[in-house]
């Protein structure tokens, strides 16, 4: 027998390759090692050599390879412990499978990990064929990784088992070579603990320092922070709190926060008992602090803030004057929308509601009907009323200076760009709202920039290559048709309906006259001229009047008679002549809401538009006579055979249009939409109308 040969046979390739990497680092430089697993297969019959069995669950497996005149060593093994430093980084109590080829196996190393001291963890046995008894999201393997059941979030593989030294003594007993290697072995062995322990020491250190930076960075927080693990025990005590709450945190720190804390209501705040609030207001030993909760779900720990309640006050009251200071604030409340017509209520009633929600809303109404107005009093009603509110219109701004006001830029954007770039507004509305104006005046480069940012929450400087998250509520508003320029290629269709989430539309003047008298002496205190008196006759003149400009238009007419009436009365001859006001057939023709689709006096047939849906109408009533279900298609294919022509995407506006009429009524699925009476009388007059 040559003894400075071996033999090692292993179950599996991995733990072959392990158990020959750790004996060639021992006995390498004199034993020649030859090595075989059962998964690979053993292609001979060894003899004369001493062979070390991975372990006993192989030995009927390899016995047929065994011939004369060996000496079979059984191994005894350990945890591997060059991967152990993984198991010190779990946290105490945390639950995890070990996982293993076999009972035996697995029981052994849970035991010998119990010896070498890791006992903060539960660990559960798990092999093949054993059914999971608990629920966890962790397991350790010693590099059986494919029999690590499905549905868990996290393996730690810390490599297959090693040799322990009494083997590796028992193997130079048998080579021979126990009194000559022994020594040398013994160091060699020594000095991996060493390096192990080296390793650990670094890793301890690094930790620590770590620990201690972040212990300088919570501390330096102006804020009290208070942190509590899964088990209700507080992990972090920064020294904010300990100001605040006259506690030292290293005493603290590992203790139940009941025990620590006497505020039974603060403590099942913190813990998360019942109520889903966030933020809450408490008195804690004679402080007054305001606390805010969250939880880190990977691992349970809840973080609580702590803030000066007083300093928060005024910090908020601060900010307020910033924004004032600069502009950035919301000037009227709903308080400032003077009537008590029905409608105006209802319309008021509905904003307040759709104020509280998150959701984009879309105002619309006539020029002077108080866009902006109902804007502010919204942004004054929601949550976010301690937040800027900036508006801005884009009728008003050069279509060039839109993208840059709205986005912000870069420096060296362009020609002309600021120094260090610029916010724009949606970036300086942060955290508050901003009021989009004249929306339907926007050019369709700028639409499709604005869609990604009410989609995405983010936005892009000009120029600039960083994401920016932005957290603002849009309100816009028009007084154009969106959808006849929808109709006509000028406005997105996407971005219609993300600005139409909510909807409000504002009544004319016209329609609450009721309100015109309070209004008049609104404008006149106003202007501070409550001494003046008004004639009843003025104010039944007024009352006569269309009102196409609106409420600006009434303002602008009683600044007008507060400035040529004499003796402090305003008579009928302080009335301006016709020209001064806005006649019909000066209203928007361009797309505005004036045209006669919105105006309650027209007479059919007066328009293009107006024919237009009267071959509508005239097709639909054919489609019904010929028993046809009605549809957009269906009345695209009829209108090929007239004069009109029209696509599903005009059919679709046409029955808008005819549906806000009450001509018609839209209905879902195969019954179609159908005609209403109003819409019959309606081509009865037109057909009367011909003859």
Request: with cysteine; charged share 30%.
């Amino acid at each position: 027998m040559t003894e400075r040969k071996m033999v090692v046979l292993a179950g599996s390739e991995e733990t072959r390759k392990t158990l020959v990497a750790q004996l060639s680092e021992f006995i390498g430089t004199f034993v020649q090692i030859e090595s075989y697993a059962v998964d690979e297969g053993i292609d001979r019959v060894i003899t004369d050599r001493v062979v070390l069995l991975s372990s006993y669950l192989i030995e009927e497996e390899v016995a047929p390879f065994i011939g004369r005149n060996c000496h079979t060593i059984t191994a005894k093994r350990i945890v591997n412990f060059h991967n152990i430093d993984q198991l010190f980084s779990i946290p105490e109590g945390t639950e995890a499978l070990y996982v293993n080829d076999f009972p035996e196996t697995v029981n052994e190393a849970i035991e010998s990990l119990k010896n070498l001291g890791i006992d903060h963890m539960k660990l559960y046995p798990y092999f093949p064929g054993k059914k999971m008894v608990k629920d966890v999201s962790l397991a350790i393997t010693p590099g059986e990784m494919e029999l690590v059941p499905l549905g868990i979030k996290e393996v730690i593989n810390i490599g297959p088992r090693l040799i322990d030294m009494t083997t590796i003594i028992t193997l130079l007993g048998k080579l021979g070579l126990l009194e000559e290697k022994q020594e040398e072995v013994s160091t060699r062995y020594i000095q991996t603990i060493i390096q192990l322990s080296r390793r650990l020491a670094v890793a301890t250190s690094e930790a620590h320092q770590v620990s201690e930076h972040l212990k300088k960075v919570v501390d330096g927080v102006h804020d009290g922070i208070l942190a509590v693990d899964k088990r209700g025990k507080i992990t972090v005590f920064n020294g904010i709190l300990e100001k605040l709450l006259g506690y030292e945190g290293r005493r603290v720190i590992g203790k139940k926060i009941g025990d620590v804390i006497g505020n039974g209501e603060l403590v099942d705040f913190i813990l998360n008992k019942g109520g889903k609030e966030a933020n809450r207001y408490f008195t804690v030993e004679y402080a007054d602090v305001i606390v805010h909760r969250f939880t880190i779900d990977s691992d349970g720990t809840t973080v609580a803030t702590f803030k000066n309640a007083v300093e928060t006050i005024e910090m908020e009251r601060k900010l307020r004057r910033e924004l004032v200071k600069r502009g950035h604030y919301a000037k009227y409340t709903f308080d400032d929308i003077i009537g008590e017509n029905e409608q105006l209520l209802e319309t008021k009633t509905i904003a307040k509601k759709l104020a509280k929600t998150q959701l984009t809303i879309l105002i619309e109404g006539e020029s002077g009907t108080g866009k902006e107005l109902f804007a502010s009093s919204i942004h004054h009603e929601s949550n976010r009323k301690t937040g800027p509110f900036l508006a801005v219109n884009f009728s008003a701004l050069p279509e060039d200076l839109v993208e840059s006001e709205l986005f912000g830029y870069e420096e060296g954007a362009f020609t002309g760009a600021k120094k260090g770039g610029r916010k724009g507004l949606f970036e300086q509305a942060n955290g508050g709202t901003l009021f989009l104006d004249e929306i339907g005046d926007i050019s369709l480069k700028v639409q499709a920039r604005l869609l990604r940012v009410l989609q995405e929450k983010e936005l892009l400087r000009i120029g600039g290559s960083e994401i920016i998250p932005v957290d603002v509520r849009v309100v816009a508003a028009t007084n154009r048709n969106l959808l006849e320029l929808i109709e006509r290629g000028e406005f997105r269709e996407d971005l219609y309906h993300r600005l139409k989430v909510l909807f409000i539309h504002l009544p004319e003047l016209r329609k609450r006259k009721d309100d015109m008298e309070a209004l008049i002496r609104y404008f006149m205190h106003q202007s501070g001229r409550m001494d003046v008196k008004i004639e009843a006759e003025v104010l039944d003149q007024l009352k006569q009047y269309q009102w196409y400009g609106n409420i600006r238009e009434l303002k602008n007419t009683i600044d007008y008679m507060l400035a040529v009436c004499d003796d402090h009365v305003i008579r009928r001859k302080d009335i301006p002549n016709e020209s001064f006001f806005q006649s019909k057939r000066f209203g928007r023709r361009d797309g505005g809401l004036s045209t006669s689709v919105y105006s309650d006096d027209s007479e059919a047939g007066s328009t293009i538009e107006e024919k237009e849906l009267v071959t509508v109408m005239k097709i639909i009533e054919k489609i019904e006579q010929e028993g046809h279900s009605i549809s957009r298609q269906r009345i695209s294919e009829y209108s090929k055979e007239t004069a009109l022509p029209l696509s599903e995407q005009q059919v679709r506006y046409r029955m808008d249009l005819l549906q806000k009429r009450g001509f018609v009524e839209k209905t879902r699925g195969r019954l179609g939409s159908k005609m209403t009476d109003n819409g019959r009388q309606f081509l009865d007059t037109v057909y009367v109308g011909s003859d």
